[in-house]
C-alpha cells in the first residue's frame, strides 16, 4: 500500500514570490508515477505536472517544476512567480504503474498568495 | 480544448434513493474513472474502467456502487440506495491511457447531498 503525506496544510506567499510544497511518498513500489494537482475554490481538479519515478531529470511545466528526490521518496512542487490566480488547494498524488490508474492522493496543501 | 463534463452539478437525494451521477470522458480517452472528496477531505479513488469493464475498485466501491459507459460517449455511476455518508463531491476523470504514463483529466464534479 501506498502512502502520500503531506505535512504542509496551509501557506500564504507573496505574489511573485516561490513556493515550495512538500510531498513524501511510502511505496515498496519500483515503479511510479507522481502527480499534482489544484483545485481552486472552484472545485475543479486540474493536472500540473508528472514525475516517472525512472526519469533522471526533474519535470517543469512553466512555472512548476518537480524537485524529485527519489532516495528520499520526495516529490515537492515549485512554483516560481507565484501569482494571485495561484491561491488554491494543491493535491499530491502517486500510482504504481501495474495499477496506473488508480491515484492515491495526499491529504492537500491550501496556498494563499497575498499581494 | 476537449474536456470532461459532469452533470448535474449539484444533485440533492433522500436517504435510500438512487441517483445517476452522469459523466462525457473526453472522446478520444480509453480509460475512465470515478473519484470522490468528502468535504475537507482528501479525494479517494473509487473506480477505473477500461473496454466496458471495472479494472479496480477501492474499498469503498461496494455493491451499492455501479458504473457503465451505455454508449459511446457517456460514463455514468450510480449509487443503489444512498446514505448520508455518501455525501461528497464526485469527480469523473477520463486518460488516454492506463497502461503508460498519461495524465488524468478530471471533471468539474458533482456535489451529492444526502439527506
Known amino acids: 500500500a501506498q502512502k502520500i503525506t503531506q505535512t504542509q496544510p496551509g501557506m500564504f506567499v507573496q505574489e511573485k514570490e516561490a513556493v515550495t510544497l512538500d510531498c513524501t511518498y511510502d511505496?515498496?513500489?519500483?515503479?511510479?508515477?507522481l502527480f499534482w494537482y489544484k483545485q481552486p475554490s472552484s472545485g475543479e481538479m486540474i493536472f500540473l505536472i508528472y514525475?516517472?519515478?525512472?526519469?533522471?531529470q526533474n519535470a517543469t511545466e512553466g512555472r512548476y517544476s518537480l524537485n524529485f528526490q527519489k532516495a528520499r521518496k520526495s516529490a515537492n512542487l515549485v512554483i516560481s512567480a507565484s501569482q494571485l490566480g495561484d491561491s488554491a488547494m494543491y493535491f499530491c498524488?502517486?500510482?504504481?504503474?501495474?495499477?496506473?490508474?488508480?491515484?492515491?492522493f495526499g491529504a492537500g496543501t491550501q496556498v494563499v498568495v497575498t499581494p | 480544448e476537449p474536456e470532461v463534463t459532469q452533470t448535474p452539478s449539484h444533485q440533492v437525494t433522500q436517504m435510500g434513493q438512487e441517483v445517476i451521477l452522469r459523466c462525457v470522458p473526453i472522446?478520444?480517452?480509453?480509460?475512465f474513472y470515478w473519484y470522490r472528496q468528502i468535504l475537507g477531505q482528501k479525494v479517494e479513488f473509487l473506480v477505473s474502467?477500461?473496454?466496458?469493464?471495472?479494472?479496480?475498485k477501492s474499498e469503498i466501491f461496494d455493491d451499492q456502487f455501479s458504473v457503465e459507459r451505455p454508449d459511446g460517449s457517456n460514463f455514468t455511476l450510480k449509487i443503489r440506495s444512498t446514505k448520508l455518508e455518501d455525501s461528497a463531491m464526485y469527480f469523473c476523470?477520463?486518460?488516454?491511457?492506463?497502461?503508460?504514463?498519461?495524465?488524468?483529466?478530471f471533471g468539474p464534479g458533482t456535489r451529492l447531498t444526502v439527506t
Open positions: 476523470a477520463s486518460s488516454y491511457s492506463g497502461t503508460v504514463p498519461s495524465e488524468q483529466y
Open positions: 511505496t515498496s513500489d519500483q515503479s511510479y508515477g
Open positions: 514525475q516517472g519515478s525512472y526519469d533522471e
Open positions: 498524488a502517486m500510482t504504481p504503474t501495474d495499477s496506473w490508474g488508480k491515484l492515491q
Open positions: 472522446s478520444n480517452h480509453l480509460y
Open positions: 474502467f477500461y473496454n466496458n469493464e471495472i479494472s479496480e
